[in-house]
């Protein structure tokens, strides 16, 4: 049976693990394929999967081999059976060892390089594109996420729209009682925020306690929390409510992945960054602000404008002029592009246009279901490529 | 053979890859996530002509390919092959097909210095003068008045037999100038 190496490196934050996780249970568990990934901090692994042990060198995690990534790499046993297929994950560098192994190997393995996620045009040129390799002479290709049939989609488990379609009243209830936060109450807003540093996060706290509705917002850890505490004058550690103005806030504990899905749904707002909880909010149809990751030279500020141009112009937008627009000065706002000009009225706006805004994030979620799912499309172009097709598990 | 970091390849460079020496037409840069870029690369096959496309990380090591090149001059033509000759009286042969754009303008009695590139040993390309003079053999006369060159024509060069637009004003057995990468017209030779 053809084994599939995923590696990834833990840059900063969750963003890196909490995809090639994503990606890596999937492909065991919807595909039947044998799944080993690397990883070089499963310290920060572990507080996304709590069943991952920080300190094992291998273990099984969900029908997945997860494997310690260490430096120097482990010498690979010239006789083993090499991986059929290696994706290397954000462009991270595989050891020189293990790519030496790979070109010794009979047949050639299929190398794939996942890159990060953009809206751009130039991803659809880019996607699938051949890669050869002087050193090894092996060819990588180039997988690139997207938002339309000419990428390789987003990672959406099978049953994921369906979970979702489930989570009702009590669901959601049973939800906030685990978390340990208050109910739903009729009138007020709920508001979830992850969020990489941001000046304007503090604005909008002013904003939020003058709101003319109340709000409630849940804050994962990480800057926010910090920010929170330093707008507060007080410690805000997780557990804690503070109640100021309207806004009541909320430090949340860091959830792993599988209660993640939850908090998005159950809020009415989503505030998210980067890559993984940005495809999740998505996935969620609910609104949502997302926080570019910041680079050098303003290359986030060009992605958060292809993002939105696609997903405010997109099918149905012509009905929601004023909701979308009131969007996009929120999130130029939320990015520092651009402060918004009455940033009081602009969140007043933002509430009155809920329901038109979750009616987009509806029509958006069922067209990116129209691009396929990510490690779906991964698959049928490794079966492409040397009929590497998966095998199903005896009885599976 | 040199390292070439793919971030700064540029066009007209020439790679090697898959052990093929090909030169690069276009080149794409963009960022792609936390800062890293990604580059695209349109290239031509040297030794086959074929066009095709990569992609790398911006910071890929790639190996850049230094290509002789030799002043040489056009001998003769014998089916499929041109023949040049440098200055040491030695021959190289080159496939018709690969001198196709500038194949209308290799006459017999031609005696600009043309620059050969060489791949190995093996001459891959021509590159004429930038202006070559050639004789037209043949074009219908007009009705004089025109003297401002806006106005064109066909002309068929001499040995070549190739026909192109002219201005009014241009004779037969007239010498022209020719641009040989756009391949038009320039003046005529006084």
Same mark, same amino acid.
């Given at each position: 049976?053809?084994?599939?190496?995923?590696?990834?490196?833990?840059?900063?934050?969750?963003?890196?693990?909490?995809?090639?996780?994503?990606?890596?249970?999937?492909?065991?568990?919807?595909?039947?394929?044998?799944?080993?990934?690397?990883?070089?901090?499963?310290?920060?692994?572990?507080?996304?999967?709590?069943?991952?042990?920080?300190?094992?060198?291998?273990?099984?995690?969900?029908?997945?081999?997860?494997?310690?990534?260490?430096?120097?790499?482990?010498?690979?046993?010239?006789?083993?059976?090499?991986?059929?297929?290696?994706? =290397?994950?954000?462009?991270?560098?595989?050891?020189?060892?293990?790519?030496?192994?790979?070109?010794?190997?009979?047949?050639?393995?299929?190398?794939?390089?996942?890159?990060?996620?953009?809206?751009?045009?130039?991803?659809?040129?880019?996607?699938?594109?051949?890669?050869?390799?002087?050193?090894?002479?092996?060819?990588?290709?180039?997988?690139?996420?997207?938002?339309?049939?000419?990428?390789?989609?987003?990672?959406?488990?099978?049953?994921?729209?369906?979970?979702?379609? $489930?989570?009702?009243?009590?669901?959601?209830?049973?939800?906030?009682?685990?978390?340990?936060?208050?109910? $739903?109450?009729?009138?007020?807003?709920?508001?979830?925020?992850?969020?990489?540093?941001?000046?304007?996060?503090?604005?909008?706290?002013?904003?939020?306690?003058?709101?003319?509705?109340?709000?409630?917002?849940?804050?994962?850890?990480?800057?926010?929390?910090?920010?929170?505490?330093?707008?507060?004058?007080?410690?805000?550690? =997780?557990?804690?409510?503070?109640?100021?103005?309207?806004?009541?806030?909320?430090?949340?504990?860091?959830?792993?992945?599988?209660?993640?899905?939850?908090?998005?749904?159950?809020?009415?707002?989503?505030?998210?960054?980067?890559?993984?909880?940005?495809?999740?909010?998505?996935?969620? =149809?609910?609104?949502?602000?997302?926080?570019?990751?910041?680079?050098?030279?303003?290359?986030?500020?060009?992605?958060?404008?292809?993002?939105?141009?696609?997903?405010?112009?997109?099918?149905?937008?012509?009905?929601?002029?004023?909701?979308?627009?009131?969007?996009?000065?929120?999130?130029?706002?939320?990015?520092?592009?651009?402060?918004?000009?009455?940033?009081?009225?602009?969140?007043?706006?933002?509430?009155?246009?809920?329901?038109?805004?979750?009616?987009?994030?509806?029509?958006?979620?069922? $067209?990116?279901?129209?691009?396929?799912?990510?490690?779906?499309?991964?698959?049928?172009?490794?079966?492409?490529?040397?009929?590497?097709?998966?095998?199903?598990?005896?009885?599976? | 053979?040199?390292?070439?970091?793919?971030?700064?390849?540029?066009?007209?460079?020439?790679?090697?890859?898959?052990?093929?020496?090909?030169?690069?037409?276009?080149?794409?840069?963009?960022?792609?996530?936390?800062?890293?870029?990604?580059?695209?690369?349109?290239?031509?096959?040297?030794?086959?002509?074929?066009?095709?496309?990569?992609?790398?990380?911006?910071?890929?090591?790639?190996?850049?390919?230094?290509?002789?090149?030799?002043?040489?001059?056009?001998?003769?033509?014998?089916?499929?092959?041109?023949?040049?000759?440098? =200055?040491?009286?030695?021959?190289?042969?080159?496939?018709?097909?690969?001198?196709?754009?500038?194949?209308?303008?290799?006459?017999?009695?031609?005696?600009?210095?043309?620059?050969?590139?060489?791949?190995?040993?093996?001459?891959?390309?021509?590159?004429?003068?930038?202006?070559?003079?050639?004789?037209?053999?043949?074009?219908?006369?007009?009705?004089?008045?025109?003297?401002?060159?806006?106005?064109?024509?066909?002309?068929?060069?001499?040995?070549?037999?190739?026909?192109?637009?002219?201005?009014?004003?241009?004779?037969?057995?007239?010498?022209?100038?020719?641009?040989?990468?756009?391949?038009?017209?320039?003046?005529?030779?006084?």
């Amino acid at each position: 049976m053809s084994r599939w190496d995923l590696f990834c490196r833990v840059v900063d934050n969750y963003g890196d693990i909490g995809v090639c996780w994503r990606l890596a249970r999937q492909l065991a568990s919807e595909h039947h394929l044998p799944v080993r990934l690397w990883v070089d901090d499963l310290a920060s692994f572990a507080r996304l999967c709590p069943a991952v042990d920080p300190l094992a060198p291998v273990q099984v995690v969900e029908s997945v081999e997860v494997c310690r990534w260490t430096d120097p790499f482990p010498a690979v046993d010239p006789h083993a059976e090499s991986a059929a297929v290696v994706i =290397e994950a954000f462009a991270c560098e595989l050891p020189a060892t293990y790519i030496a192994a790979l070109a010794r190997s009979t047949p050639r393995p299929v190398w794939i390089n996942l890159e990060y996620l953009s809206a751009e045009e130039w991803v659809e040129g880019c996607h699938l594109g051949r890669s050869p390799q002087p050193d090894s002479g092996l060819v990588k290709t180039f997988f690139f996420p997207g938002f339309t049939t000419r990428t390789g989609g987003l990672l959406k488990e099978r049953d994921l729209l369906e979970r979702r379609a $489930r989570f009702n009243d009590r669901a959601e209830e049973a939800f906030r009682s685990r978390l340990g936060v208050p109910l $739903r109450a009729d009138g007020r807003i709920t508001v979830s925020l992850f969020c990489y540093e941001n000046p304007r996060l503090r604005h909008w706290l002013d904003v939020w306690r003058e709101s003319a509705t109340p709000i409630q917002v849940f804050v994962s850890p990480g800057w926010g929390q910090a920010e929170v505490g330093r707008w507060l004058g007080e410690p805000f550690l =997780e557990g804690t409510c503070v109640q100021r103005g309207q806004v009541s806030l909320h430090a949340l504990p860091f959830l792993p992945q599988s209660e993640y899905d939850p908090l998005l749904w159950s809020c009415d707002l989503n505030f998210v960054r980067g890559e993984d909880s940005f495809v999740r909010a998505q996935w969620a =149809e609910r609104p949502f602000v997302w926080q570019a990751y910041p680079q050098a030279d303003a290359a986030h500020v060009v992605k958060l404008q292809a993002f939105l141009d696609r997903y405010l112009a997109s099918d149905g937008a012509k009905e929601q002029p004023e909701a979308l627009e009131t969007l996009r000065v929120v999130w130029r706002d939320w990015n520092g592009l651009e402060p918004a000009p009455r940033p009081g009225a602009t969140w007043g706006e933002l509430v009155h246009s809920h329901r038109e805004l979750a009616k987009r994030g509806k029509e958006w979620a069922a $067209r990116l279901d129209q691009a396929g799912d990510l490690a779906n499309n991964l698959v049928r172009f490794v079966g492409e490529q040397g009929g590497l097709f998966p095998q199903p598990r005896q009885g599976g | 053979m040199s390292v070439k970091i793919a971030g700064d390849v540029q066009s007209g460079n020439v790679l090697l890859v898959d052990n093929e020496p090909l030169v690069v037409l276009k080149r794409e840069y963009n960022k792609s996530g936390r800062n890293a870029a990604v580059v695209k690369l349109r290239a031509k096959n040297l030794l086959t002509g074929r066009i095709s496309e990569t992609v790398y990380k911006a910071d890929d090591k790639l190996t850049g390919v230094v290509l002789d090149k030799k002043d040489c001059t056009y001998s003769y033509y014998a089916a499929p092959v041109h023949v040049f000759v440098d =200055e040491e009286y030695n021959q190289y042969e080159i496939n018709e097909e690969t001198l196709s754009d500038i194949a209308p303008f290799l006459a017999p009695d031609m005696t600009d210095v043309c620059e050969v590139t060489f791949y190995e040993g093996k001459p891959l390309s021509v590159v004429l003068p930038k202006i070559i003079i050639r004789e037209v053999e043949y074009t219908e006369s007009v009705a004089r008045g025109d003297t401002s060159g806006k106005i064109t024509k066909s002309a068929i060069l001499k040995h070549t037999k190739h026909d192109m637009q002219v201005s009014a004003f241009v004779e037969i057995g007239d010498k022209i100038e020719i641009d040989s990468v756009t391949g038009e017209f320039r003046a005529r030779v006084k």
